[in-house]
Every structure is written in C-alpha cells, then in structure tokens.
C-alpha cells in the first residue's frame, strides 16, 4: 500500500486514508508520532477519521485542519431509520429482549454478557431474552448463559433482527469504531456498550439514550441491563428515539459530501500554491 501510495502521490494524486485506530498513547504510537514527517506524511495527504478519538492519533500523526476529516463511517442509514419510524410508530411490545450481533469472540467481550446476564436474570422475576447473532468460540458460554442463539444472519435479514430487540448491547473489549452502534441506533433502541467502543463517544451519552459501562466490568455491565430492564414502556420510548437522532450524524449522503467538498478544496489549494 505504501508503494502504491508513494507512485500515485508521485503523479499529483490526492491520497486519502481511513483511519479508525483510537489514540491509546502507547509506544509504537508514540514512535509512529515522531517519524510521521519523514513516513505517513510523505504519501498521504488526507486521514479520513471515523471519530474523536481518532482524530486525536490523527493529530498526533501531523493530520489537522483540512488534512484531518470525520465521518469515515456511515450505515445504510434509510434502510435501518425505517425500523427506527416503524418503531416508533407501533405499540410496544409486552415481551422484550436484548439484541447482540458481532463475533461470538473473546475481544466482544462475551464472557463479561454472558455473566452479566446471569447476574441481571437472577435478580428480576422476568428477565428480558437475549438473542445474538453471529458465529465463534464463546458460542458456547452464551448459551448456558440463558442466551439465544440466532447463529450468522446476512447483512440483509439484520434490520428485521434488530426490530426484535427492545435495547441492543455492545460488550467489546476491544472496538475501535463499531458501526452496529449507529445501526441500532438507527432502528430507534437504547443503546448499552462498553468504554471501550470508538462508536460510542458520538452515539451514546449515559442514561440519555443508553448507558455506557467499563469494558470488562460484569458488575457495571449487569447494572446496566437492570437499568434498562426497569424503564417504563415510555422511557424506553424516548431513549430508542434519542438514539434515532444521534444516528443521523452519519449517512452515506454526508460520506458523499466530505469526499467531494474536502477533496475539491485541497486540489484548488494546491493548484494555487502550484501558480
């Protein structure tokens, strides 16, 4: 990619990368900071960040300004507000369920969901289900949690998935961005993810949509789903559709504009600097 990248730069190309890696200030991050103007800045012109976390790597790196974008991901935001507007515009459903989907992996953060879950059922008369959608390892430990597993579903079937749900859940111990976050906020739900999710910064804020909990935490983590368990069929409401607004921040057509608006005035700067 790089010598790709250095030939076309080479030829007036204007190089734009995305970017979704989170400042964590460790020393290869460290080490990638001080050698930015001698490597990453000589054959790339433009780090399209996912959010605020990575712009702060993005500056680091050297990229501010008119180098430095946002909004490098957006869901098929139409296809999942429809649910959002059909959910908002029924009754509420009598039974309820929690939604995972994503890897059945360690990195998800599933062990910390699975005994949270147990934590969470045991101290209600009627738990809410909780349904998941993927494939992998922890398969196993989900399903003696109580959990149901719907196993891989196409990308296509996951907004009818989602209608299911009454809140969707996002465990990961690692996830830099998450861009099921901004789906399931998109379908009008609650919204519950660990700290550790990039996504998060920008579509969930504590108890106004959702809540926010330490990555890795199963006693936050099963406080969290009480929480949400004990919210009126109005509340719940409210926080689904303060979850739909903060999804509009990212569509395909805004995507569209920063390409084209960012990238028109960095190829007239430097045709001006060029005469």
């Known amino acids: 990619y790089v010598s790709v990248c250095k030939e076309l730069k ?4 204007l190089i734009v990368s995305g970017c979704d890696t989170q400042w964590k200030g460790s020393f290869r991050q460290h080490l990638a900071s001080w050698i930015a103007p001698w490597h990453v800045q000589t054959f790339i012109d433009v780090l399209w960040v996912s959010g605020e976390r990575q712009r702060q790597l ?27 507007d059909r959910r908002s515009n029924s009754e509420l459903r009598t ?8 890897r059945y992996a360690q990195v998800k953060g599933l062990d910390t969901l699975a005994e949270a879950y147990q934590i969470y059922s045991s101290k209600v008369e009627s738990p809410w289900a909780l349904i998941c959608a993927g494939q992998g ?3 196993e430990r989900l399903v003696a949690a109580g959990a149901e597993d719907r196993g891989f579903i196409q990308p296509e079937a996951l907004p009818d998935f989602l209608a299911e749900a009454d809140a969707f859940i996002l465990p990961s111990r690692f996830e830099p961005w998450g861009v099921v976050v ?15 999710c990039g996504a998060g910064v920008h579509l969930l804020r504590d108890r106004w949509n959702g809540r926010s909990f330490e990555a890795g935490n199963v006693t936050h983590l099963a406080d969290c789903l009480l929480w949400i368990h004990q919210q009126s069929k109005t509340n719940l409401a409210q926080l689904g559709a303060r979850s739909f607004e903060l999804s ?15 990238a028109q005035g960095l190829i007239s700067s430097r045709n001006t600097n060029t005469h």
């Open 10 to 13: 080479q030829q007036g190309v």
């Open 58 to 84: 993005a500056a680091k790196l050297g990229y501010t300004g008119d180098r430095s974008w946002d909004g490098y991901y957006a869901c098929d935001w139409d296809l999942f507000s429809e649910m959002g």
């Open 95 to 102: 039974s309820r369920c929690f939604a995972f989907v994503g």
């Open 137 to 139: 390892e922890c398969r």
């Open 182 to 196: 901004q789906e399931a906020a998109a379908s009008g739900l609650p919204i519950i993810a660990s700290d550790a």
């Open 248 to 262: 509009k921040q990212y569509t395909p057509e805004s995507w569209c504009r920063t390409l084209v608006s960012g």
